[in-house]
């Protein structure tokens, strides 16, 4: 047992909802399991829970805590013989896991979206940009022709691209990485999803190109009021982009806090995790590190 | 813009300069090599000329003829300076210039290859794509066991044992030979591929014929063209599935088919064609074994024929083809990478 | 500034080790990644090298320990080292590199032990007990429980296979580290880790450290000096607490200060609370 | 990285412990458990396990081939048991000089394993070698080997086997040679391809940083790394070797009779096809077998020895 | 199936090299000019010890015996139209002789050379050829010489057309077609088919079909495939086996002949061992002949040990050796070799040459010879054999002519044994030194009555098979099978006397 109890029970909306009272998406005990090589199961996503309205919700924890993993799950898209149940998984009044197939697929990419790491290797070499972002609206809004070409353009402009005809007739290894992510942003947004899963989108990106994309990011999830679970691993950055910060270790959420109360979190994890960090203005050395208890992880 | 292009056009002709430098040196490789086999090979090749029964002074004579008096570097300058020339001299064993025989031989053994890979391809590509998306499934094992049929029978033994049942017993297909004497006369000979000449010809009943001759070569180097493509596509596309495009591909709802087939196999096909290109090649070779169950009037019987014999002209003429296309198969390949990767079109 | 005379802090141990190049050049091909470059490091000083992605900082690292070659410029050990020439045995035996992927900087094949051997067979130095005591105090002196010694890379975490990478790179007492970004594929936690570790050997040892990063903190945590790169060439210079202080008066500079306090919303639609960090 | 979270294992002998430590106390102990995690990659592919079961089988024959087989090889009956049909005194049958034919699979055992483990020792280390050497150096070094491989490459392998022997002259040995001279190139492609994908990597500079000399760091380091895909190749090629020995006994380039090599039985049995099937349908059969096993060996060795699979901290 | 005129026939052929009569030496080919061309005399198919008219309606013989005068019949054509006259037959044999190909020698032991062959060889009127030869041989020796394909009749008017520096239309000869005989050979396509056409101008009874076409199949099981289906109507490269499992088929059958081809192996008489007499005779003993008669050449040879083949004149059927370990043995041991010797044998990759070689590896082993066979194709054991490299090399020996000189004039003649000889035949290969022989078969070739003649081979044969380093083994017989609705086709017993001009098809 975590020290505070199973976190943020799913009791009406989180702060800073949206307009909307109905959370959009409800998670609950989601568990992720991969079969393990001496048979059985190896869980890596143990039991996490939390609604979310149509506000930022960032995701921090080191690596292999499960974040992705949670991301992914929403999105139905774990690795192969992935495992995933939960007691409750709503989306908009949907239930995710007994859904068919089908419409789970016609979810994806129309309402629920998901940005990716590093645009290096998540756009796809062979295809155009443009034909990349115009496939998701082709297959979910039947579009064609001139007016899908308008909409795609639109698209691509919205994420602060100039001469969106540009850049729609590159390859992948044409754009600089900045560019790419944002072209993976429009392609995801161009079928304006209620929901964003970015997982680490600017993690592979330059320190100055990094704060743009988070600037088109930012400016999406405002002007549209779509939710957002932003996955990362800088607790700082996610501190001042988001509303709200899961913090999960082993697979499990250990602390649910407002990004601006950070500095009253309780867990001695999160606490760790922010006073290990070196820092400008107050320098300090040794610098405190993580003294892991075997208490955090059961 | 302008500029870009011209300096891209300037690598392009490099790289060509380049290919085209390399084509050359590969060909100066395989004239010494065939030079030194012909030399060191412990066949007179007199006596493919004038036979067993000469007396001796003719052997004599005909040794002068060919100048194998002289010393070795004269014969190899010799040698090589005709070869430039596309003089590859007059076949012993068919008493007709090297280079006729091949216009004859060539387009056999290119059409069987070909009907052969285009079995394997047809088949092989949704077979390994079957195999990659349905892992372990029915499907997979199946797969596997055709190619691993493919990797481990002999196909000299194979070819007879489908001789026996499919002419002789069931007499489904046409026996061995390109075509039914009946019709040998019937077809005008202009790219010398039997088929199309008869399509052309509006020969439809010697088509048939044709057909029928050439379905159970062809599906048997189609089974072994088979093997190695499918198994090449199943693990390249696996690879390719695992990708991180992929699963931008999904996150935007896109169906499997379309996954798999416009984004998986496109990326595979670079490599894909590589290996096709190689097995191509490697039906050319295949066709040797082949070629000689089936009495197959090609290269490869045309090659272990004259290599029998010591018939080094022919030998020459038939290696520096087969080099070639492997060489050509190459080129092309690489062209194709171009082509399908643009990452490699600009040359960055 | 360009001169070769060191400039800086005493040196803290004798026979302590400097740097200074001149003048470098880096090209691949057409393109010219690091140019005209120049700077000194005094005996036992550490200097943090920062800048954007591909504005050249690997490359100089590289250039100076010789793994990639340089059109043009020099590089020279000052202080205790002087006089080895770049490429020499004495050079490599005064000169390691530690390098940012801990994943790709070790070799997949081979154990801990093995690894940290193969310096000692290449410079023929200690055999049999001496060079097993030897390890043994490398792995010491990193943290690294004996217990490891024999295991893969696959078999270690991140922040393991760092502090392995640094083992085997102090393993020749070196008197000059050049180190690429050594903790930016490590998590936050373990980034402390080893940040304290490298801090401790350059008390204890006298080491001299070149820094590479783009995490202005991380670099200002270790070095004294700074010197700020864009298009392979340099921007800025300063110390450390000149640039606690903030206020830099380079873009480049001011843009890599920004990245390292997290995101600034720009205008202001939620007002967002400035980060807040506990004491 | 191991899991922490794995249930359902129960307690291990003293052995498997042993082995599978995290924590090895020696080199050997390393070692041992490297070995036995590539055999437990291995051992899970019941494929894998009968290729293997295959390739040992085919061993255990050749070593013990003259106390086993029941009839001498290469003596037999013109006049009274030739062409005999399977039957209790002669498994397989016999063939058209009355040799008993499972005799001479089993002797025959002896030449293939020699033919495959010679190619195998000739060619995969040539491969190695040049490329390695190849791919490292770069330059006018990488041309000219490059050059020299395609040039072997371009010419089809049978063929070019089938021109060497002809040079040579026939027999086992030098069929061997042939088929050696010609199996190499593939090899040296595939590591200098692997070589390349090396070249940048970080744990060479570091090596190069220590000193190490080009031919240390090819030998000790770069070879090493491109031996498994290599062996996994020439696992593979076994088949092909074997098909290919056979093709030049089929025809008559390989080894010499009375020696029962398979191609060559089936060459011979080619004859009687129609008419006394077994005489080729039972080295036949052995050829398909073995390469069978080498086949599924292969695959087997390649999904336990992919570096993908080596270890989880490869792809992140 | 196949069409109602045509006959085909599954057939190796890829011996032929040639299809000019003055160059053409291969058997393959033999049996098309035999079809194509026509002679001054011809051997009867059914003895060859006869001779007919072919273009000659007479012949006479001056009492010196060196002159002979033919008569030509009247109204001859060529199939290209043009008239066959005395010219024509006179150019054809001068050319052989001036080209001086490989079967020349056929017509150059008769004393033509070069340099008189136009005096020595002339038309002298419209029908009338004149042959004089240097001394006075057998006139069946001559006659049966001018039999030969090399003397085949060629149209003078139409080579001289296609005539290119002074070859006398070799070059295009090669692959062309330039005769008289009942069938046009269309077109020869290497390993591939050759197709004989009616020629409708010939002047004796036309054939009765208007085609035959060979195809070249390799494969014996293949060819009884093929005819097994009914695609092919005569299979020509049958093995025992396959012959056996036809007998009994309903619309199969099968036809034979004795050949003029000898199998046999030789020792190498520079090898110090195999030159011992007794290690030569125990090798004859060696031999399984009676099983080998029975299984390996069943159908396709008859067990004969002597140089002369069966149906020529003088030939003896004298098979005194068989499978006698013991013997041969005992032989070894007076030879100083009781515990055996290793030697090697060249052998030729084909069948039943192998076979055959590897049983006699097994029986030799009885007697503790251990022969290590050494297989390469035709050419390359040729190689060795024409240099006197061999230890002990198998091989045949098929007659240039009907003759029985043709054999005597190799197996036991050898002028000189010396490594530069002019002439280099069977028995100097072997390093076989035998001047007593060597006369003795000079002698033969003048002695002008047939039945002393006769004798005189008898008695050389009768020493061969005594002491010569050559183990005779078989004498081969053709087969051919044929679907049963072909009619009319008889094997002859030389290369070139198999003929098509009576086949049919019901
Ligand atoms: N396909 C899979 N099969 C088995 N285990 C997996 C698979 N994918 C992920 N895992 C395991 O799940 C755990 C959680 O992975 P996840 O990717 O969610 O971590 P993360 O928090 O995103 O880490 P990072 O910051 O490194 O991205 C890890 O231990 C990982 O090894
Ligand atoms: N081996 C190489 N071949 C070609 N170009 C190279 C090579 N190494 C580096 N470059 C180029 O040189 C430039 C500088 O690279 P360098 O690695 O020094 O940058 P960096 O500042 O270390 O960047 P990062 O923060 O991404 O590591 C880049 O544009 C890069 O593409
Ligand atoms: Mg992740
Ligand atoms: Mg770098």
């Known amino acids: 047992m975590s020290p505070d109890g199973t976190p943020a029970a799913p009791s009406g909306p989180g702060p800073g909802a949206g307009p909307g009272a109905a959370p959009l998406l409800e998670v609950e005990d989601l568990r992720v399991a991969y079969p393990a090589r001496g048979g059985g199961w190896h869980e890596v996503v143990r039991g996490v829970g939390f609604t979310l309205g149509r506000e930022r919700l960032g995701l921090v924890g080191e690596s292999g805590s499960g974040k992705s993993q949670t991301g992914r799950a929403l999105m139905g898209l774990n690795g192969p013989g992935a495992r995933v149940s939960a007691a409750r998984l709503r989306f908009d009044g949907i239930d995710l896991l007994s859904c068919p197939p089908r419409q789970r697929r016609a979810l994806r990419g129309a309402r629920i979206a998901m940005v990716l790491q590093d645009p290096k290797v998540a756009l796809n070499p062979v295809m155009r940009v443009g034909d990349q972002v115009a496939e998701g609206l082709r297959a979910h809004r039947r579009l064609a022709g001139a007016a899908l070409r308008a909409r795609v353009l639109d698209a691509l402009a919205s994420v602060g691209l100039e001469d969106p005809a540009r850049v729609a007739r590159l390859y992948p290894h044409e754009v600089s990485g900045g560019m790419g992510q944002r072209v993976m942003i429009a392609m995801m947004l161009a079928a304006e999803p209620d929901l964003l899963i970015a997982d680490e989108p600017t993690s592979a990106l330059d320190v100055a190109v990094q704060q743009q994309v988070l600037a088109v990011l930012d400016r999406c999830v405002a002007e549209r009021g779509m939710g957002l679970v932003f996955v990362s691993h800088d607790l700082r950055l996610v501190a001042s982009f988001c509303d709200r910060v899961l913090v999960m270790y082993a697979g499990r959420v250990v602390e649910s806090i407002d990004a601006g109360r950070l500095h009253e979190a309780v867990h001695p994890y999160t606490r760790g995790l922010l006073a290990c960090l070196p820092r400008l203005d107050r320098p300090q050395r040794p610098l405190p590190v993580l003294q892991r208890e075997d208490a955090w992880a059961r | 813009m302008s500029g870009g292009r011209l300096r891209r056009s300037g690598r392009a002709l490099r790289a060509l300069a380049g290919g085209a430098l390399s084509v050359a040196a590969t060909f100066l490789g395989l004239l010494a090599v065939t030079f030194f086999i012909g030399r060191v090979m412990p066949v007179d090749p007199v006596l493919a000329i004038v036979g067993d029964r000469a007396p001796e002074h003719v052997v004599e004579r005909v040794r002068e003829e060919l100048g194998l008096n002289q010393p070795l570097p004269v014969q190899f300058v010799r040698y090589v300076r005709q070869a430039l020339r596309g003089d590859f001299g007059t076949s012993v064993l068919t008493a007709n210039p090297v280079l006729e025989d091949l216009r004859r031989v060539v387009p056999a053994t290119v059409e069987l290859a070909t009907c052969g890979i285009l079995i394997g391809i047809g088949l092989g590509v949704p077979l390994g794509v079957a195999a990659a998306v349905w892992q372990g499934r029915w499907i997979d094992q199946a797969a596997r066991l055709v190619g691993l049929i493919g990797y481990s029978v002999p196909i000299f033994w194979l070819g007879l044992m489908a001789l026996l049942v499919f002419y002789a017993r069931l007499g489904w297909v046409g026996g061995p030979g390109r075509i039914d004497v009946a019709y040998e006369y019937t077809v005008p000979t202009l790219s010398g591929l039997l088929l199309l000449d008869a399509a052309w010809a509006g020969e439809w009943e010697a088509f048939g014929n044709a057909l029928s001759h050439l379905v159970l070569p062809a599906a048997l180097l189609g089974l072994f063209s088979l093997a190695s493509i499918s198994r090449m596509t199943r693990s390249l596309l696996i690879a390719e599935l695992s990708q991180e495009y992929v699963l931008a591909a999904r996150a935007k709802g896109l169906s499997t088919a379309r996954i798999v087939w416009r984004h998986a196999l496109r990326n595979a096909a670079v490599p894909l064609l590589t290996v096709i290109a190689l097995s191509y090649g490697g039906l050319l070779e295949g066709s040797v074994l082949t070629e000689t169950v089936f009495a197959w009037p090609g290269l490869g019987l045309y090659l272990t024929n004259s290599l029998q014999n010591a018939d080094m002209n022919a030998v020459l003429g038939a290696t520096l083809v087969v080099g070639t296309v492997f060489v050509g198969l190459n080129l092309l390949s690489d062209a194709a990478y171009r082509w399908l990767d643009p990452r490699t079109r600009a040359g960055a | ?279 | 990285m191991s899991g922490d979270a794995i249930h359902g294992r129960g307690p291990l002998p003293r052995w498997r412990a042993w082995l599978e430590s995290a924590r090895p106390a020696s080199r050997r102990q390393a070692a041992a458990g490297r070995a036995w995690a590539a055999w437990q990659a291995f051992a899970r592919q019941p494929a894998a396990l009968a290729g293997l079961a295959i390739v040992a089988a085919l061993l255990g024959v050749a070593l013990l081939a003259p106390w086993i087989a029941p009839y001498s090889p290469i003596d037999g009956d013109l006049g009274t048991t030739r062409l005999l049909p399977p039957s209790a005194a002669h498994w397989l049958g016999t063939d058209d000089q009355g040799r008993d034919i499972l005799s001479r699979l089993l002797h025959g055992s002896r030449i293939t394993l020699q033919v495959v483990l010679l190619v195998a020792l000739l060619a995969a280390p040539i491969g190695l070698l040049v490329g390695t050497v190849a791919g490292w150096a770069g330059g006018w070094v990488d041309t000219l080997l490059m050059r020299v491989t395609d040039l072997f490459l371009a010419f089809p392998r049978l063929v070019l086997a089938l021109a060497f022997v002809a040079a040579l002259g026939p027999g086992i040995t030098n069929a061997v040679l042939a088929i050696a001279i010609t199996s190499w190139p593939p090899y040296a492609r595939i590591a200098r391809a692997e070589t390349l994908t090396l070249r940048g990597a970080d744990f060479l500079a570091a090596v190069r940083l220590a000193g190490a000399s080009p031919a240390r760091l090819v030998l000790r380091h770069v070879m090493p790394l491109c031996l498994p895909s290599v062996i996994v190749r020439v696992t593979l090629d076994m088949a092909g070797i074997i098909l290919t020995a056979a093709g030049l006994g089929f025809l008559g380039l390989g080894a010499q009779p009375p020696m029962p090599e398979w191609g060559a039985m089936v060459a011979n049995g080619r004859q009687y096809v129609l008419d006394q099937w077994w005489v080729a349908a039972a080295p036949g059969a052995a050829i398909c077998l073995v390469s069978l096993g080498f086949n599924l060996l292969g695959d087997g060795l390649r999904d336990a020895l992919d570096p993908k699979q080596a270890g989880p901290g490869g792809g992140r | 199936a196949t069409p109602k005129d045509t006959l085909v026939i599954a057939a190796a052929f890829d011996d032929i090299l040639s299809l000019d009569p003055a160059e053409s030496f291969e058997i393959s080919a033999g049996e098309l000019m035999g079809n194509g061309y026509e002679r001054l005399v011809r051997l009867d198919a059914r003895d060859p010890t006869k001779l007919l008219p072919d273009l000659a309606r007479a012949w006479t013989v001056s009492p010196d015996g060196r002159r002979y005068v033919f008569e030509l019949k009247p109204g001859l054509r060529f199939a290209s139209g043009n008239p066959l006259g005395a010219e024509d037959v006179a150019f054809s044999l001068q050319r052989a002789v001036l080209l001086d190909k490989a079967p020349a020698f056929i017509l150059t032991q008769f004393g033509f050379t070069k340099a008189q062959v136009r005096e020595r060889i002339r038309a002298t009127g419209p029908g009338r050829v004149e042959l004089e030869t240097d001394r006075a041989y057998a006139p069946s020796y001559v006659l049966n010489g001018l039999s030969a394909n090399v003397a085949a009749v060629v149209d003078r008017q139409l080579l001289l057309s296609k005539e290119r520096d002074g070859d006398l239309g070799a070059g295009w000869l090669k692959t062309a077609y330039a005769g008289s005989g009942p069938w046009r050979i269309r077109e020869w396509r290497a390993n591939e088919l050759v197709v004989l056409e009616r020629n409708e101008a010939y002047h004796g009874t036309p054939a009765r079909l208007k085609r035959v076409i060979y195809r070249h199949v390799k494969e014996s099981a293949t060819q009884r495939l093929l005819l097994d289906k009914g695609d092919v109507d005569v299979a020509r490269n049958l093995s025992p086996q396959d012959l056996d499992a036809l007998t009994g088929h309903k619309d199969i059958r099968t036809t034979a002949t004795p050949k003029g081809t000898l199998y046999y192996f030789s020792l190498n008489q520079k090898h110090p061992t195999l030159a011992r007499p007794e290690v030569r005779e125990a090798f004859k003993w060696l031999v399984d002949y009676e099983a080998i008669g029975r299984t390996l050449i069943r159908n396709i040879g008859v067990v004969h040990q002597n140089f002369l083949p069966r149906g020529l004149l003088g030939a003896s059927t004298d098979n005194p050796y068989r499978l006698d370990v013991a013997k041969a043995r005992a032989l070894l041991a007076k030879a100083g070799v009781a515990d055996g010797f290793k030697v090697t044998m060249d052998v030729r990759s084909v069948q039943p040459v192998q076979a055959i070689a590897e049983s006699l590896q097994q029986t030799a082993r009885r007697a503790g010879i251990e022969i290590e066979i050494l297989p390469g194709d035709g050419k390359q054991t040729l190689t060795k054999y024409r240099a006197r490299q061999h230890d002990i090399y198998i091989g045949q020996w098929g007659a240039d002519y009907w003759d029985p000189h043709t054999n005597a004039d190799t197996f036991v003649r050898n002028p000189d044994n010396a490594d530069d000889a002019r002439a280099k035949p069977l028995a100097w290969r072997n390093a076989w030194d035998i001047p007593a022989l060597t006369r003795q078969a000079d002698a033969a070739v003048l002695e002008r009555d047939p039945s002393k003649r006769a004798a005189m081979y008898r008695e050389l044969q009768a020493e061969f098979r005594r002491s010569s380093p050559f183990v005779m083994l078989f004498q081969q017989t053709e087969v051919a099978a044929l679907r049963a609705n072909v009619d009319g086709l008889q094997l002859g017993a030389t290369m070139d006397s198999t003929y098509f001009a009576g086949v049919g098809k019901r």
């Open chain 3, 1 to 279: 500034m360009g001169a070769l005379s060191a400039v800086g802090g005493p040196p803290p141990v004798p026979g302590a080790t400097g740097l200074a190049v001149t003048g470098l050049r880096v090209a691949f091909g057409d393109h010219v990644a690091v140019d005209d470059l120049s700077f000194t490091l005094p005996p036992g000083g550490s200097l943090g090298l920062v800048g954007g992605s591909g504005s050249g900082k690997s490359s100089v690292l590289r250039a100076v320990c010789g793994l990639v070659r340089a059109q043009a410029g020099q590089v020279a050990l000052t202080g205790g080292g002087a006089g080895a020439a770049p490429g020499s045995a004495a050079f490599r035996r005064r000169v390691q590199m530690v390098f940012q992927d801990p994943y790709g900087s070790l070799h997949p094949r081979q154990t801990v032990d093995r690894q940290l051997a193969e310096p000692l067979a290449i410079h023929r130095l200690d055999r049999g007990a001496a060079r097993e005591a030897r390890i043994e105090r490398a792995l010491a002196e990193v943290g690294l429980d004996p217990g490891l010694r024999f295991r893969y890379p696959h078999q270690l975490s991140g922040g393991q296979r760092q502090r392995v990478a640094i083992a085997r790179a102090l393993i020749l007492e070196p008197n000059l580290l050049l180190l690429d970004e050594p903790t930016s594929a490590l998590d936050a936690s373990v980034q402390a880790e080893v940040l304290n570790l490298l801090d401790a050997l350059r008390q204890r040892r006298g080491l001299a450290f070149v820094m590479v990063s783009h995490d202005l903190a991380v670099v200002a945590h270790l070095c004294e000096d700074l010197v700020v790169m864009a298009r392979g060439r340099v921007v800025d210079r300063l110390g450390a607490a000149a640039l606690a202080a903030g206020g830099a008066a380079c873009a480049e500079t001011r843009a890599l200060q920004e990245a390292a306090a997290g995101f600034r919303r720009p205008a202001p639609p939620v007002p967002a609370p400035p980060p807040a960090m506990p004491a």
